[in-house]
């Protein structure tokens, strides 16, 4: 029995006046698929007049929302910075439960924010569950008696580099030496998160994390940690999403890691701007059974008219440089065929 999944990065529907066009031409891929599982990016909310657009807010029309339907999403992670508020989580939740579209991430309250979202394709139960290490400081986490979003708090140091860490590295007698980065996740926040992948894994066939992290092109060791800690825990497959561009990829434990499929429909961003030319990744699993048989991708852009496009390899060198020369780094290997890009599952 074979099981192909669709993984997106950032769905971002604000602007969206045809819901029938951000995914037109992705119709036969998304069909091809038994699942396809995105990241939200946006609050199906109306707010009034007065809200001024360089507040934070990716606030969509409830009309918009259909886009989802339209174009066969299965279910949305919506544990990220801008589900924020509680008139706009709230909203944007009553308005996927009237879709039909399953979610995860965010709630009423703590528990309902921990909820995944399980689905059913060929016998087997899928189960995905979603969190963010990227969320405002104040009201913004889900509670007890809250609404908010479910997360994984991350720490940083900035540590002075004492010795040497490399031929290339700049020595302490430099005045102006940066420091280095250090990241770790918060262990409880972290024991959390694998208390309930493991508990989704005990009544799943098959589980997959979805996880809001990062800055820029920098894989940090607090997103190796969470991803690791998931797949310990039972994970088959983590994916990452935040910054706006494509990261590397890994395996682990057999497992696929996509740290940073960035964009995926990010027509209007902060301040109502448009987006720019960005490139993002459309990861594809396919399971054997229960197992992970085969894990790729595929760089995505989008045209003027807001549709999100598949992009051939060829024309993504200097891209597929970077993830290729990142993904390196972290100990996994590429393989292209075509125009997709296979992780060597048995490195």
């Known amino acids: 029995m074979t099981l192909k999944v669709l993984l997106t990065g950032d769905v971002n529907l604000m602007n969206v006046t045809d819901p029938a066009v951000p995914f037109a031409q992705l119709a036969a891929e998304f069909k091809s698929a038994d699942l396809v599982l995105s990241n939200l990016e946006c609050c199906f909310y109306e707010p009034d007049a007065a809200h001024a657009l360089d507040r934070e807010g990716f606030f969509a029309t409830l009309a918009s929302a259909e886009a989802l339907k339209i174009a066969g999403i299965d279910a949305v992670g919506i544990a990220n910075n801008v589900n924020y508020g509680t008139a706009p989580i709230l909203s944007s939740i009553a308005r996927l439960d009237r879709l039909g579209v399953p979610h995860t991430g965010a709630g009423a309250n703590l528990q309902k924010a921990r909820e995944p979202a399980v689905l059913e394709r060929q016998g087997l139960r899928i189960g995905m569950l979603a969190r963010t290490s990227v969320f405002w400081a104040t009201d913004h986490e889900a509670a007890d008696n809250a609404v908010g979003v479910a997360t994984i708090r991350g720490h940083t140091a900035y540590q002075v580099p004492m010795f040497r860490a490399g031929p290339s590295a700049i020595p302490l007698n430099r005045p102006g030496v940066p420091p280095a980065i250090l990241t770790w996740a918060d262990p409880p926040s972290l024991q959390r998160?694998?208390?309930?992948?493991?508990?989704?894994?005990?009544?799943?066939?098959?589980?997959?994390?979805?996880?809001?992290?990062?800055?820029?092109?920098?894989?940090?060791?607090y997103m190796r940690e969470i991803a690791h800690s998931a797949i310990d825990a039972g994970a088959d497959v983590v994916f990452g999403h935040g910054p706006h561009f494509s990261l590397p990829v890994e395996s682990y434990r057999g497992k696929?890691?996509?740290?940073?499929?960035?964009?995926?429909?990010?027509?209007?961003?902060?301040?109502?701007?448009?987006?720019?030319?960005?490139?993002?990744?459309?990861?594809?699993?396919?399971?054997?059974?229960?197992?992970?048989?085969?894990?790729?991708?595929?760089?995505?852009?989008?045209?003027?008219?807001?549709?999100?496009?598949?992009?051939?390899?060829?024309?993504?060198?200097?891209?597929?440089?970077?993830?290729?020369?990142?993904?390196?780094?972290?100990?996994?290997?590429?393989?292209?065929?075509?125009?997709?890009?296979?992780?060597?599952?048995?490195?």
């Open 256 to 347: 696929p890691v996509y740290y940073g499929l960035g964009s995926f429909s990010f027509h209007t961003g902060h301040g109502g701007i448009k987006h720019g030319d960005w490139v993002g990744m459309l990861a594809k699993v396919t399971f054997d059974g229960t197992a992970v048989k085969k894990a790729t991708f595929q760089f995505v852009r989008h045209n003027d008219d807001n549709e999100t496009v598949l992009c051939p390899l060829q024309n993504e060198g200097e891209v597929f440089g970077q993830v290729s020369a990142g993904t390196k780094q972290l100990g996994s290997k590429l393989a292209p065929h075509g125009d997709e890009v296979a992780i060597d599952l048995c490195a």
């Open 193 to 221: 998160f694998r208390d309930d992948v493991a508990a989704l894994k005990a009544r799943s066939d098959i589980v997959i994390a979805s996880c809001h992290w990062g800055v820029d092109q920098t894989v940090f060791n």
